[in-house]
């Protein structure tokens, strides 16, 4: 029989999805989970969004641009100008959501070995897209007890090879829910200036940050220009993630003629996507305030509920709706699937993305998981019992 792919083989299972069918067989027990496990809003998508599509009339739905509708691209241009961000409609790639992005930044931009700096934890899809690419993450560590804040520019220099291409970083964070300040990201630019290196950045949770804080793009890093990519999707910002509309944007004319060429051999984006996303940027700013207002009364009820419980420690994000708990258990793949499989209280149990996934190396974050604050508070409350109950019991426990 053939032998699969070595690019197959070493790539790992999502953490987030790959305790679903233990989650699906829970339910047909007639248990009630609740999903923390993945960054799915049950916010509604923006009414006016979605009846563009509901009234969109296309006798003959064809390929758009490569790049994407000039109509929707130019009400991005739109978008971006108001968040601070000066792009041109030449200087856009839509893509189909922001994965098909991140694999024309790894493959316009790195060969086969060539070496990506990623801070971590990170959202588990870098290392399955560096897998695909045939690139070597070199991980470097952020901690719980500060919060999960940049390392420093001495921990970045020490994995700088030869071999080194790029830096990668999401803001707001994924899983941790860190914030990078406009400190920390003119420390990734002085980096990637001095050795020459592509910074990729992540921003889907733009909209998402609290407590009065505001986001700093890497796009403003103007001394720069052309070491920067930035990656952009409507999946979270609209609560739209089911659309597969992400974007592709750089100033460097080499690095994105040579995306292109991918969006040229995947053909186009998808049609009634870039409708909604071009309907979606007109959403009034109210939207944002209400849904910002929600996630911050959502945040609070998991990190205050988490933290009173004996022995767990969550620290307090300041963007996206993620958060990184540390727990008093032995094992978080193991408890995660205990959860599912064995325990339940008052006929319901609870579903996290165990942190192991989102490290590098195996060992690393064993008592940790990712908490997903996507539900409403009232489930929450409940969500944070069912935790606090099932760690009384977990064969597990560690202290």
Not at 194 to 217: I, P, Q, T
Not at 374 to 393: G, Q
Request: hydrophobic residues 40%.
């Amino acid at each position: 029989m053939p032998k699969i792919s070595q690019k197959g083989a070493s790539m790992q299972s999502s953490p987030i999805r790959k305790l679903v069918p233990f989650s699906d067989a829970a339910k047909a027990r007639g248990i009630h989970v609740y999903h923390l496990n993945i960054g799915q809003p049950d916010i509604e998508t923006p009414k006016g969004a979605r009846d563009a599509v509901r009234n969109a009339d296309i006798p003959v739905i064809a390929y758009s641009h490569s790049a994407g509708n000039l109509s929707y691209r130019k009400k991005l241009v739109e978008y971006y100008h108001s968040v601070g961000i000066e792009v041109t409609t030449d200087e856009i790639i839509v893509t189909t959501g922001g994965s098909e992005g991140l694999l024309f930044a790894f493959n316009s931009c790195m060969d086969q070995g060539d070496e990506i700096i990623i801070p971590e934890p990170f959202y588990a899809n870098y290392n399955a897209f560096a897998s695909m690419c045939g690139v070597v993450v070199k991980p470097i560590i952020s901690t719980i007890e500060d919060g999960f804040a940049l390392p420093s520019i001495e921990d970045f220099e020490k994995v700088i090879t030869p071999k080194t291409k790029a830096i990668m970083i999401c803001n707001p964070n994924n899983p941790t829910g860190y914030l990078y300040s406009k400190e920390e990201i003119l420390k990734l630019g002085e980096i990637a200036k001095k050795h020459d290196l592509f910074l990729f950045a992540d921003e889907v949770y733009r909209e998402f940050c609290y407590d009065g804080v505001k986001h700093f793009s890497v796009m403003e890093l103007t001394d720069i220009a052309d070491n920067v990519v930035l990656l952009d999707s409507v999946s979270k910002r609209y609560s739209a993630c089911g659309v597969r509309v992400g974007a592709f944007i750089t100033h460097n004319k080499e690095v994105y003629d040579t995306a292109m060429k991918m969006a040229q051999a995947r053909l186009s984006p998808p049609s009634y996507g870039q409708i909604l996303g071009e309907a979606a940027v007109d959403t009034p700013k109210e939207y944002f305030e209400s849904v910002n207002k929600e996630y911050v009364a959502r945040r609070n009820t998991i990190v205050n509920g988490v933290n009173a419980i004996p022995g767990c420690f969550v620290p307090m994000p300041k963007g996206a709706f993620y958060c990184v708990a540390r727990l008093p258990i032995d094992d978080s793949d193991r408890f995660c699937r205990w959860l599912l499989e064995e325990f339940s209280y008052n006929g319901a149990t609870v579903m996290f993305a165990p942190a192991t996934g989102f490290y590098s190396k195996k060992g690393q974050g064993v008592n940790e998981v990712r908490i997903s604050y996507c539900l409403n508070v009232s489930d929450l409350e409940k969500a944070v019992e069912c935790l606090r109950e099932a760690l009384k019991v977990y064969p597990g426990r560690t202290n």
